[in-house]
């Protein structure tokens, strides 16, 4: 994983898909070179099983980097793509429980566990409220483990499900089948189906966007927002022009012709929730989030599906 130094938001990614193992340690180190070459580049790399994955903010900066890679390689690279989220509406309760014998050992998990939703910006919270010991504490990390690593899959399209809390309430074990694999799959058992039952819906990332024209532009600036789904924030005079401050979807900005003009500022601002679009995925999802680019789950892992 590469990065420049400091925090910044991966809303926009895209894949290099079909390469073995050596061609992607080489382009990997290639990207990694180029991203430390140019500062401004605030960009991270990521390995997957069949490729590499190139995330960010700036449509720009990775569209040069795409352009730069296909330049200098015979690849498959994929079109940019949105990095949407998912969240809950309302609380939930639900119960894993894992036994299987494998290989003549017994393996025993079970927890009960609470989701709800969490205040917007704030993240993950696990919390502990198991009370006389129905579940050991020498489990706890591989619960909060599996718990999320379910999160990071979410429920209606694969995209990772944000601002939650966790509770686990309940649960037992045994003596002797009890073990960190076994809760780490129930952890991620009960979290899926609690997830399920809690209203999930999908959520776009918006940008701020500040866009400064002369004042007989202000009608078109203000329509063209408009038919963006935009919001708009506010509207100022400065120095003989008129600026013009609004919330606008990513999905609505991408490839826009405004993009590196004079005048024109972007950043990420947060996520909202996506438009309802004749029922998709049974929630707020649009009919333009197209499943993510994922590295797939080992065998074995708390998120792999699990039969009764």
Known sequence: MTSKSGEFNRI???AIESINDE???RLQQQLETLIQENPKFRVQVKAFEEGLIVS?????????IRDNVLLTNQLTISELQIGYRETIRRSSEAEGKYIRKIGGSGNYGH????????EAGKGFDFINDIKGGVVPREYMKSIEEGIREALRGGVLAGYEIIDVKATLFDGSYHDFDSNEMAFRIAGSMAIKEAARKAIPVLLEPVMSVEVTAPGEFLGTILGDISARRGRIEGVEHAAGSQVVRAIVPLAEMLNSSARGRPGYLMHFAGYQAAPKRDGYFGDDAPAYARKPWNPKPLAGSAAAELED
């Open 23 to 25: 061609d992607r340690a």
């Open 56 to 64: 960010g903010e700036d449509e720009l900066q990775l569209m040069e």
């Open 111 to 118: 927890v009960k566990i609470r989701i709800e939703p969490n």
């Open 12 to 14: 926009l990614s895209f």
